[in-house]
Nanobody, 128 residues
Framework: QVQLVESGGGLVQAGGSLRLSCAAS????????MGWFRQAPGKEREFVAA????????YYADSVEGRFTISRDNAKNTVYLQMNSLKFEDTAVYYC?????????????????????WGQGTQVTVSS
């Protein structure tokens, strides 16, 4: 059974930093792209960042470009999201996503799909 477990969320002041982790188990994703999404109360789940299998290509939402960094450690089957210069509007539940299909591209990981593996989410709250 595949599981994605996010951790690292919490309460932080505006301008602060957090590092989220997503540990996968049940299968290896070392040859798959991975992604982070977030969902604020009353809003749809939105794309945050995606990374290809070896970390050589990354994509970011415009709202986080230059502040967030996605990375991965395939030996640990884990993907990370370093979040700096946090803003109040970054407050949301952050979700890790992995593809079910081996043909899913990194570009495609920028689009929300229920046909992915999803973690349970980790809450990030930024106080202004």
């Amino acid at each position: 059974q595949v599981q994605l477990v996010e951790s690292g969320g919490g309460l932080v002041q505006a301008g602060g930093s957090l590092r989220l982790s997503c540990a996968a188990s049940g299968r290896t994703f070392s040859t798959s792209p991975m992604g982070w999404f977030r969902q604020a109360p009353g809003k749809e789940r939105e794309f945050v960042a995606a990374i290809n299998w070896n970390g050589g290509r990354t994509y970011y939402a415009d709202s986080v470009e230059g502040r967030f960094t996605i990375s991965r450690d395939n030996a640990k089957n884990t993907v990370y999201l370093q979040m700096n210069s946090l803003k109040f509007e970054d407050t949301a539940v952050y979700y890790c996503a992995a593809p079910r299909s081996s043909s899913t591209t990194t570009q495609a990981m920028r689009e929300y799909s229920p046909n992915r593996y999803w973690g349970q989410g980790t809450q990030v709250t930024v106080s202004s």
